[in-house]
């Protein structure tokens, strides 16, 4: 097809396919004569990749490139590809707040009793020492008593987020998933957090049910 | 106590004391003399909340007026105190994306089959709706599949977090727990569910375990 189609078949603009090129997030196309290239199907696929990764995920050019060089790595496994895509999206924290040593090893701690493979050196392992550092130091610190609950919360999101990437079979579409996936999801867990906090608060606080199940649905 | 006592109860500068009094978010003290005046408990406490909106919570000097204006009614119910602290630190969606109103639609339903009481007004409707129109305007409406898988982590999340508020006797102390809790258990939230999706992608695809649980801890 040519750059016209192509730009129909994504909505991106023509001037930003040639950007893209230029910026080499998406391969050239096939030179038909001196001035006419042609694309196929995989240029599709990979400027929705480029949309997803930039308008969903809020990635920047560089991130973008990053990812897909990890995506066109041959020999890297999956594995490490949607972790390479999980880390793009994921900033370090922007504060440091006292008391991070005693925070890091109460993650680690975590880490172990779930027998959860993943690195120290994932940035989230650090996000977590930063938001539980900064319950303790305003005097909060017993929030790590219910830990364990948003634990077994997020292993439960976390199977059935996989499970979905999983359906896709190729892993350009993979990456875009969890990119998407990773950014929506955290919007639907917060505002779905808030629902149900407003519920279990109607539960505790209106009628006194407290446990009760069912509800006026 | 004087100011200057109050001021390192708490760690907040004099000068800002003076202007959350003349904010009209902190009671003045008792005059003890022409320009002398006397704080207490009341004042540690209402600034210890004060700090935990603004720091935490990232509200405005009008927002906390907002939360202390419901937790100063002193015929609000509880519910409807942390409703309001919660609806402070819930900005309403900045996009609209086409798709609203089926999304809307696929929320009321959630709601209904969940049986959880909470208004249509509350703005996280609005943001669950913004997202899962998201999802399907890119082509990912099949999110919609795992959405129950939220819920319930999101219920099990909403009861912990609602029992830990429940410790606290005083509604102050209470409306503070709701938002440093809201605010910094998103944080610990996103980061957790990282580092499971790290650990569920290790038994993906690094072993095929597949389903299995333990790990190398």
Chains 1, 2 share one sequence.
């Not at 189609?5 to 230029?22: H, N, Q």
């Not at 120290?120 to 319950?135: C, G, H, I, K, S």
């Not at 407003?198 to 446990?211: F, H, I, K, L, P």
Request: proline share 4%; net charge negative; with cysteine.
């Amino acid at each position: 097809m040519r750059i016209g189609e192509l730009s129909r078949a994504t909505g991106v603009a023509i001037p930003t396919i040639k950007y893209y090129v230029r910026e080499g997030l998406l391969p050239a196309g096939r030179l038909t004569s001196p001035n006419q290239a042609s694309y196929d199907d995989s240029h599709v696929r990979r400027l929705r990749l480029i949309r997803g990764l930039m308008d969903v995920g809020g990635l920047s050019v560089s991130a973008v490139r990053e990812v897909l060089a990890a995506v066109d790595t041959p020999d890297e496994s999956v594995h490490k590809v949607l972790g390479a895509a999980q880390l793009a999206i994921t900033p370090p924290p922007a504060v440091t707040p006292d008391g991070m040593e005693a925070a890091r090893s109460k993650v680690a701690e975590l880490i172990r009793q779930r027998g959860w493979r993943v690195e120290m050196e994932n940035p989230a392992v650090e996000a977590l020492a930063v938001a539980l550092a900064t319950f303790r130091g305003i005097g909060r610190g017993e929030f790590e008593e219910i830990m364990d609950d948003y634990a077994d919360a997020c292993e439960r999101v976390a199977g059935a987020d996989l499970a979905w990437v999983g359906r896709n079979a190729e892993v350009d579409s993979m990456v875009e998933t969890v990119v998407v996936g990773t950014v929506l999801g955290d919007t639907v867990l917060m505002a779905m957090r808030r629902l149900a906090h407003a519920d279990a608060s109607a539960r505790t606080y209106e009628d006194g049910q407290g446990e009760g199940e069912g509800g006026e649905g």
